[in-house]
Antibody, heavy 120, light 106 residues
Framework: QVHLVQSGAEVKKPGASVKVSCKASGYIFSNYDIIWVRQAPGQGLEWMGW????????YYAQNFQDRVTLTTDTSTNTAYMELRSLRSDDSAVYYCARVVVFHTSSFDFWGQGTLVTVSS | DIRMTQSPSSLSASVGDRVTIPCRAS??????LNWYRQIPGKAPELLIY???TLESGVPSRFSGSGSGTDFTLTITNLQSEDFATYYCQQSHTGVAFGPGTKVDLK
């Protein structure tokens, strides 16, 4: 069965960086893309970016393109999201999800979420 | 950019009710529209893709309709686990989620 397992909660100071991992299992990692979405407390879902695992391309939402880097490691079936220059309003739960491009790019399996808290 | 709107932001219902949740896109997106349910404290789960195709394993009480700019998620015979927030998401150009509609207990 498909699983996406994310790294644990992080506490960071303003200005620092955070790197969240998302380890995939149960399917051929390179056959599906990975997206990252975040959710601030009590708020909705915000798309951050998209990793094309097989092609190596990345696409970033305009709000994040200057501060986020998405990478994938096909040797370990792991995707990574690094966010730099953290601010207090970056405190949120960060999710990875698998993209099913041939099903109108829907996101069929999600990681459990990683809580990132930014506080001085 | 394509913007998604969902109104109302919340609605109240009872177990067994039929509920309809609207979603509107700022421009035509064909049927590149997906629906998710999010139970508090949990990750979202895919319900419908392509505006009307039920994701494998999702109960048949969920259905979707619409094309272009106006879409609807319908839940018949509402169950206790359906008291949650529902998000639409477009994938026609980039990715964008609607702000969500919370279904709570009347």
């Amino acid at each position: 069965q498909v699983h996406l397992v994310q790294s644990g909660a992080e506490v960071k100071k303003p200005g620092a960086s955070v790197k969240v991992s998302c380890k995939a299992s149960g399917y051929i990692f390179s056959n599906y893309d990975i997206i990252w979405v975040r959710q601030a407390p009590g708020q909705g879902l915000e798309w951050m970016g998209w990793s094309s695992v097989s092609g190596g391309n990345t696409y970033y939402a305009q709000n994040f393109q200057d501060r986020v880097t998405l990478t994938t490691d096909t040797s370990t079936n792991t995707a990574y999201m690094e966010l730099r220059s953290l601010r207090s309003d970056d405190s949120a739960v960060y999710y990875c999800a698998r993209v099913v491009v041939f099903h109108t790019s829907s996101f069929d399996f999600w990681g459990q979420g990683t809580l990132v808290t930014v506080s001085s | 950019d394509i913007r998604m709107t969902q109104s109302p932001s919340s609605l109240s219902a009872s177990v067994g009710d039929r509920v309809t949740i609207p979603c509107r896109a700022s421009q035509s997106i064909g049927t590149f529209l997906n629906w998710y349910r999010q139970i508090p404290g949990k990750a979202p789960e895919l319900l419908i893709y392509g505006a009307s195709t039920l994701e494998s394993g999702v109960p048949s009480r969920f259905s979707g309709s619409g094309s272009g700019t106006d879409f609807t998620l319908t839940i018949t015979n509402l169950q206790s686990e359906d008291f949650a927030t529902y998000y639409c998401q477009q994938s026609h150009t980039g990715v964008a989620f609607g702000p969500g509609t919370k279904v709570d207990l009347k």
